[in-house]
């Protein structure tokens, strides 16, 4: 067959056409088995890897169950063996009844308390903590907040909120070295691993006691500056009549008799409407009255005794608990 120039152009014939699809199609067709093969042996696990600082529980056709530890890849049987979990071998954290934020927690002296811990521990033999113990990390939990509230709450106000570094060594020393029960066996022993370090990361009085104690302290405050005020207000006045006496010659009753009349001229003087004066010349006039050195805002102590009523019902758990003594509070002045 030629065009319209004479040139001959060349035509498939039929049979090359078929032949080129079946390549295509047996092509694709393989690349998709060979991809659902992969996936089906990764997904599976007969194929796995080992990572560093993890392992990797199988349990064999029989029922026995190992630990792999050996970085890299490997391969098992799909039939006659299983891949249970991995297990990591890296530092981990586990926060004081599995929260990051504090607890209430009531100290040996019935103050309640918010305090926060953080345990550090790494798993050291896979085989306790992935094969002998189910739910390992959740049956440590409860070992390690039981242990670690015995030893807070045998422990003072004053030991916790200011001796935490003391405290936390104490907790630390009992997590690693003693054990769960007498006679049995410590949480290294018990569940394979290695306690690294504890922390207690907050350690406080409620929010409500704190601002309690804060609004006590500023009425506490007002109070003081009230009585000081009286305190000067009462030191004038009398150095003022003792002045006034030695320079005039006066005794005391003629001295306040004078200034007594002094205030009613003053007073007279003060009202545009007042038409008669009238001198209070008797003996029983009103006397000059001075302010009294006992004289505080009754209405601030109120407030002051209803807030330390307050902050008593706050710190302490049991209303028949009685007042700690000796104890230096800093949110209790």
Known sequence: MSDENGVAKYVPKRGTVKKIGK???????????????????????????????????LERFGGNREIVKDVGWHVRAPFFTKYEKEVSLMQKEMYLNNDISPQTIVSSDKISLMVSGLLTYKVVDPYKWGIEIQNAEGLLQRDFDGMTKDVIQSSTETEIIKSREVLKNK??????????????????DKYGIEIISFNITHSDYPTSLKEASQRKKELELIADGESELINRTYNAHSEGVKKFMEATGMTKEQAVEYLNQQRWASAYEKSKDQKTFVINNGGNGLGLTLPSQDNTNKKLEEKVKALEDEIESLRYTSPNSSKLKGQDNPYDP
């Open 23 to 57: 390549k295509i199609l047996l092509t694709a067709l393989a690349g998709t088995f060979a991809y659902a093969l992969t996936a089906g042996v990764y997904g599976t696990k007969t194929i796995y890897k080992v990572k560093t600082n993890y392992a990797v529980v």
């Open 171 to 188: 907790i630390f020393q009992k997590l690693k070295t003693q054990p769960i029960n007498i006679g049995n066996k410590t949480l290294e």
